[in-house]
Nanobody
Framework: QVQLVESGGGLVQPGGSLRLSCAASTTVFRFYIMGWYRQAPGNQRDLIASIVSSGRQNYTESVKGRFTISRDNAKNTVSLQMNNLKSEDTAVYSC???????????WGQGTQVTVSS
């Protein structure tokens, strides 16, 4: 069982920045793909960014060039730096961890990001 604790989020104006962080309770952090999903009201949950232990990253098209995912394998944390935020980025953002061998997934509790003037 892996517990994921998120921090960050909140209200920001369009064009602003926010940083989300997620701490994982596991001794084998390197065996997990880490990433972020988001879900806006009335929409499905979408994968927006992921990162493997080696640092290779993937992003959904809508956030490329604006969001950066990173991980610290020594501290068992993953972060999402979000720049040039738009109103359509408003959603609940959830951290996840997926074991590279079993595929088992764990989720954080979610944190609200609201982009509004």
């Amino acid at each position: 069982q892996v517990q994921l604790v998120e921090s960050g989020g909140g209200l920001v104006q369009p064009g602003g920045s926010l940083r989300l962080s997620c701490a994982a309770s596991t001794t084998v952090f390197r065996f997990y793909i880490m990433g972020w999903y988001r879900q806006a009201p009335g929409n499905q949950r979408d994968l927006i960014a992921s990162i493997v232990s080696s640092g290779r990253q993937n992003y959904t098209e809508s956030v490329k060039g604006r969001f950066t995912i990173s991980r610290d394998n020594a501290k068992n944390t993953v972060s999402l730096q979000m720049n040039n935020l738009k109103s359509e980025d408003t959603a609940v953002y959830s951290c996840y961890a997926q074991h590279i061998f079993s595929g088992t997934m764990y989720w954080g509790q979610g944190t609200q990001v609201t982009v509004s003037s």
